[in-house]
């Protein structure tokens, strides 16, 4: 059974930083994709970042720059490295992993609050 599990959502202030961490159960190898959603109150989920297992980023206009995705194979853990946080990326965020042609697995979400 696939267990994503999310880690290190929070309180922000605008402009600070916070790092995500999906802990993934058995070989990250094993999908074909790695991905952040998030959800806003009232809003679709909408993906945020992507990595393929080649290693391809793909970012959604609204983070670019300001987000990073990776991950560590040797732990099995994809990271977002969110940097300059505002406002709007409130939401809670969820860990994804993708076997084509369309399997989806997902984390249980944390809450990330970007407030003053």
């Known amino acids: 059974q696939v267990q994503l599990v999310e880690s290190g959502g929070g309180l922000v202030q605008p402009g600070g930083s916070l790092r995500l961490s999906c802990a993934v159960s058995?070989?990250?190898?094993?999908?074909?994709?790695m991905g952040w959603y998030r959800q806003a109150p009232g809003e679709q989920r909408e993906l945020v970042a992507r990595?393929?297992?080649?290693?391809?980023?793909y970012y959604a206009d609204s983070v670019k720059g300001r987000f990073t995705i990776s991950r560590d194979n040797a732990k099995n853990t994809v990271y977002l490295q969110m940097n300059n946080l505002k406002p709007e990326d409130t939401a809670v965020y969820y860990c994804?992993?993708?076997?084509?042609?369309?399997?989806?697995?997902w984390g249980q979400g944390t809450q990330v609050t970007v407030s003053s």
């Open positions: 990595i393929t297992s080649g290693g391809t980023s």
């Open positions: 058995g070989s990250i190898f094993s999908f074909d994709a």
């Open positions: 994804n992993a993708v076997r084509l042609p369309s399997r989806h697995y």
